[in-house]
């Protein structure tokens, strides 16, 4: 845990939720009741989950957001400092905490629905928490589960100050043209790269086209990830592709935030895009061996006994 709040150096804007999880043999058809193996509430929101997990990698981390004035807000913020996140900037609203409903299938597969509660009221006076938070800070991580104007004005405010901007355009929808040349980082997965880039992400070669057609838009970097196809980056260097590990995945709920968390982590640190793709990719696979969101999220020593990510291979565009 690291506990010093004085010099964060990557702050995350964006949601707070509590995850409300449900283990199902498999996703109820309308108007059927099935019984669930299990129920468990975890802390979540993509905000959230990307801060921790990028604490756990040892980084200094704060986190700016919202949640409601209840119970499910309280813990959240208790969740954040146990891990040593600095929630000093999380406000409390008047609405309701965000709370997510998840469904994982014996598959591994997990489906969500959303009640965004106070993470829809994220704007103007965040925005000044955010100016204090970004003091000493060289990464902004941002995802789209707060309203796209206060994600643009975060940008802006990161990029100005010299900030590495990192977006996850999850959920997927369409970025407004002002944000693309923000972004220094796009970090996103098949369906969202499918979706911003009108190119169908079926195998290596196709997350290629689609991450250098969006590179073209502006960010420096594009990362799409694929699960257990692993990674694809396209920047000035070109296209390559990274191996995925090979795990046994019991649930995939919040791999991407591991991810990206594990991935800015590195970055503070210095260390280069590769470096800090495989240590992202090494996080992600030991997160989806276990059930949850934040619970399920290493820390830097427990990837000691995982195997080395192999070096990337080039991917041509032709």
Same mark, same amino acid.
């Given at each position: 845990?690291? !506990?010093?709040?004085?010099?964060?150096?990557?702050?995350?804007?964006?949601?707070?939720?509590?995850?409300?999880?449900?283990?199902?043999?498999?996703?109820?058809?309308a108007?059927?009741?099935?019984?669930?193996?299990?129920?468990?509430?975890?802390?979540?929101?993509?905000?959230?989950? #990307? /801060?921790?997990? %990028?604490?756990? #990698?040892?980084?200094?981390?704060?986190?700016?957001?919202?949640?409601?004035?209840?119970?499910?807000?309280?813990?959240?913020k208790?969740?954040?400092?146990?891990?040593?996140?600095?929630?000093?900037?999380?406000?409390?609203?008047?609405?309701?905490?965000?709370?997510?409903?998840?469904?994982?299938?014996?598959?591994?597969?997990n489906?969500?629905?959303?009640?965004?509660? &106070?993470?829809?009221?994220?704007?103007?006076?965040?925005?000044?928490?955010?100016? !204090?938070a970004? @003091?000493?800070? %060289?990464?902004?991580?941002l995802?789209?589960?707060?309203p796209?104007?206060?994600?643009?004005?975060?940008?802006?405010?990161?990029?100005?100050?010299? %900030?590495?901007?990192?977006?996850?355009?999850?959920?997927?929808?369409?970025?407004?043209?002002?944000?693309?040349?923000?972004?220094?980082?796009?970090?996103?997965?098949?369906?969202e *790269?499918?979706?911003?880039?009108?190119?169908?992400?079926?195998?290596?070669?196709?997350?290629?086209?689609?991450?250098?057609?969006?590179?073209?838009?502006? =960010? @420096?970097?594009?990362?799409?990830?694929?699960?257990?196809?692993?990674?694809?980056? *396209?920047?000035?260097d070109? %296209?390559?592709?990274?191996?995925?590990?090979?795990?046994?995945?019991?649930d995939?709920? @919040? *791999?991407g935030?591991?991810?990206?968390?594990?991935?800015?982590?590195?970055?503070?640190?210095?260390?280069?895009?590769? &470096?800090?793709?495989?240590?992202?990719?090494?996080?992600? /696979?030991?997160?989806?061996t276990?059930?949850?969101a #934040?619970?399920?999220?290493?820390?830097? #020593?427990?990837?000691? /006994?995982?195997?080395?990510?192999?070096?990337?291979? =080039?991917?041509?565009?032709?």
């Amino acid at each position: 845990m690291n !506990s010093d709040h004085a010099t964060p150096e990557v702050v995350v804007f964006g949601s707070l939720n509590m995850d409300l999880v449900l283990r199902v043999p498999r996703v109820p058809d309308a108007g059927e009741t099935l019984e669930a193996r299990s129920f468990m509430s975890n802390p979540g929101g993509k905000g959230a989950n #990307q /801060a921790v997990a %990028c604490a756990r #990698q040892g980084a200094r981390v704060a986190m700016v957001g919202r949640v409601g004035d209840d119970a499910f807000g309280l813990a959240l913020k208790a969740s954040l400092e146990a891990d040593g996140v600095d929630a000093r900037h999380v406000a409390t609203d008047a609405a309701s905490t965000g709370v997510a409903l998840i469904m994982v299938d014996d598959g591994a597969q997990n489906r969500i629905a959303l009640s965004p509660g &106070a993470n829809a009221s994220v704007g103007t006076e965040d925005i000044g928490r955010l100016r !204090s938070a970004l @003091a000493a800070a %060289c990464i902004l991580s941002l995802q789209l589960e707060v309203p796209m104007p206060a994600v643009c004005e975060a940008a802006a405010i990161a990029h100005a100050a010299g %900030c590495t901007v990192v977006l996850n355009p999850a959920p997927a929808q369409p970025l407004p043209d002002a944000l693309w040349p923000l972004v220094g980082i796009l970090v996103l997965n098949e369906t969202e *790269a499918a979706m911003l880039s009108g190119i169908a992400v079926r195998d290596t070669a196709s997350a290629a086209r689609a991450a250098d057609a969006l590179r073209q838009r502006g =960010p @420096a970097q594009v990362i799409l990830t694929m699960g257990g196809d692993g990674v694809v980056v *396209a920047n000035a260097d070109g %296209c390559r592709h990274f191996a995925a590990l090979a795990v046994q995945a019991v649930d995939t709920t @919040a *791999a991407g935030d591991t991810f990206i968390g594990a991935l800015c982590a590195a970055l503070a640190n210095k260390e280069s895009i590769d &470096a800090g793709i495989a240590l992202g990719i090494q996080a992600a /696979a030991l997160s989806v061996t276990k059930a949850g969101a #934040q619970v399920s999220m290493p820390h830097r #020593q427990d990837l000691a /006994a995982l195997p080395a990510v192999p070096r990337p291979s =080039p991917v041509a565009l032709g």
